[in-house]
C-alpha cells in the first residue's frame, strides 16, 4: 500500500508540473517535476 501512495503522490506531482507550465511558471514547474521524479524513483526502488 506504501508502493502505491508513493507513485500515486509522484503522478500528482507530475500533474502540478505540467499546469505550472501551462501557466508558464517553469521554475515550479521545474521544481514539482523533480519532486514527482523523486516519489516516483522511491516508490519503484
Do not use: D, P, S, T
Not at 6 to 19: D, M, S, T, W, Y
Not at 23 to 28: A, F, R, S, V
Amino acid at each position: 500500500m506504501k508502493l502505491r501512495f508513493r507513485i500515486l503522490i509522484g503522478i500528482c506531482f507530475l500533474i502540478g508540473a505540467l499546469v505550472f507550465m501551462a501557466q508558464k511558471e517553469l521554475l515550479y514547474a521545474l521544481a514539482f517535476l523533480l519532486v514527482g521524479g523523486f516519489y516516483i524513483y522511491k516508490g519503484v526502488n
